[in-house]
């Protein structure tokens, strides 16, 4: 945990306590953090996988990109710092709000222009293409169902890219057929805010053996933009990597990933991290 004081509220109270580092175990201050009885701070948790992985030098970003026809990117498109407006469509007419048995809407998590944490609700209209109403997106954090028909899950696989570009070109978040919930474990930190990654996993299930690196666009707490420096590697072949922790602090506008190296083609795998996102 960190090294600083942290006031943590007990429930149903409003006298805080002070607790020094060192006196709780990291799950027992990340568990409080959970409880919301840590002021300023909250949990981020970013999970994500892949099939069909491919031998690709410099590597493939942990997602399902490959599962949208044509193929979307080997690694996921960074959106211009000025914001951009996105498009939101499915592979299936089955992701409409009228009458879809797939998911009906949806919420984007998003950073705008100037580093805020913003969403915006999606009704869906199938294989018909809806644009976003906001205009300066600078990253999609994440996205969800709010509403879905008698199948539950998403008929086809959903995608966010660019207005007026192309899935192959500009995919930058996605739903994979049969899911409701993103599953891309990429985050971008909002401003004002420091991220402290707590710990990851990765897991390889073809045996077909992959290196997973989390990685962020920043060293030393310097912001690089474009830059995704590593912050820790496993190799995993046909098994995983049990729970790695972390204690690595990510700055304001930084962009959290995992890219997988694979040495044959076929690896599926998955992976996940949890962090602390504090005010500063």
């Known amino acids: 945990m960190s090294r ?84 939101v469509v499915s592979e299936s007419t089955e992701d409409d709000a009228v009458g879809g048995t797939g998911v009906r809407t949806l919420r984007l998590y998003y950073i705008d222009a100037a580093g805020a944490e913003q969403t915006e609700d999606i009704t869906m209209d199938g294989q018909v293409e809806v644009d976003t109403i906001a205009t300066d997106i600078r990253f999609v954090n994440d996205m969800h169902a709010l509403t879905v028909g008698t199948n539950g899950v998403s008929v086809g696989n959903i995608a966010v890219y660019v207005a007026g570009s192309t899935i192959p070109l500009t995919l930058t978040q996605m739903i994979a057929a049969g899911g409701n919930k993103s599953l891309v474990p990429h985050r971008m930190v909002p401003l004002g805010k420091t991220l402290i990654l707590r710990g990851w996993h990765c897991s390889e299930a073809q045996g077909k053996r992959c290196i997973f690196r989390i990685r962020s666009t920043d060293m030393y707490g310097v912001l690089i933009p474009g830059v995704f420096c590593f912050k820790d590697t496993s190799y995993v072949n046909g098994n995983h990597s049990g729970h790695v922790p972390l204690a690595v602090p990510i700055p304001e506008l930084s962009i959290v990933k995992v890219t997988y190296w694979a040495d044959a083609i076929g690896a599926e795998g998955s992976c996940s991290w949890t962090g602390e996102l504090r005010d500063e």
Do not use: H
Not at 6 to 21: D, H, L, M
Not at 33 to 62: C, H, Q, R, Y
């Open 4 to 87: 600083r004081s942290v006031q943590i509220y007990g429930p149903g109270s409003n006298a805080p306590v002070t607790v020094r580092a060192g006196s709780l175990q990291v799950s027992e201050y990340m568990a409080e953090v959970a409880a919301g009885n840590v002021p300023g701070s909250t949990v981020w948790k970013a999970m994500g996988e892949f099939e069909g992985g491919l031998v690709i030098a410099a590597g493939v970003d942990v997602c399902r990109s490959y599962d949208f026809t044509p193929d979307g990117p080997d690694r996921l498109y960074t959106p211009d710092s000025a914001g951009e407006q996105m498009t």
